[in-house]
């Protein structure tokens, strides 16, 4: 079976049944896919198939062949992965890193279909994501830094 991920296509071994998270990890070797939950409720191992955010844990390789898989090897090579990077930096998002791939993963997945989402379009995109933090309207202001709506950023209060 072959899977296209980041851009290149892999033979893997059989098993159309095989969770993708393991099959990201163990046999592809791409340590930014990370279990957490194992129950799609964290959104820790969230990563992009055909520019959706999805949940690894939950996803089969079957489900998966034929399209498109982005982890967040692959969108750190990617600009606005490195400017969505700085702005969750510059607002303090990622205190203790456990959701930092899972959130940006999601964020990159928003930004792509929505490239200046509302407030409430955020919610709903960052929503399905567990932050231990609980980081929430900074994820949000972060987000929306990064969409480059600097009118309403100028609304928000900056973290001090």
């Given amino acids: 079976m072959k899977l296209t991920v980041n851009h290149h296509t892999h033979e893997i071994r059989e098993g159309r049944q095989r969770i993708l998270l393991w099959v990201l990890r163990d046999e592809l070797g791409l340590p930014c896919d990370e279990e957490g939950c194992m129950a799609g409720q964290c959104g820790k191992c969230t990563v992009l198939v055909d520019g959706v955010a999805t949940r690894a844990c939950l996803t089969s390789v079957g489900e998966v062949e034929g399209k498109e898989i982005l982890t967040y090897e692959a969108l ?20 203790c890193g456990w959701c930092a791939v899972g959130q940006m993963m999601a964020a990159a997945a928003l930004l792509q279909a ?17 932050c231990r933090c609980a980081a929430y309207s900074r994820i949000r202001r972060a987000v929306r830094r990064a969409a480059g709506d600097q009118e309403e950023m100028e609304e928000l209060e900056p973290v001090a």
């Fill in 76 to 95: 750190q090579a990617q600009p606005h992965l490195q400017a969505l990077r700085d702005c969750f930096a510059a607002e303090q998002v990622l205190q």
């Fill in 114 to 130: 929505h490239p200046h989402p509302s407030d409430d379009e955020i919610i709903d995109a960052m929503s399905p994501n567990y």
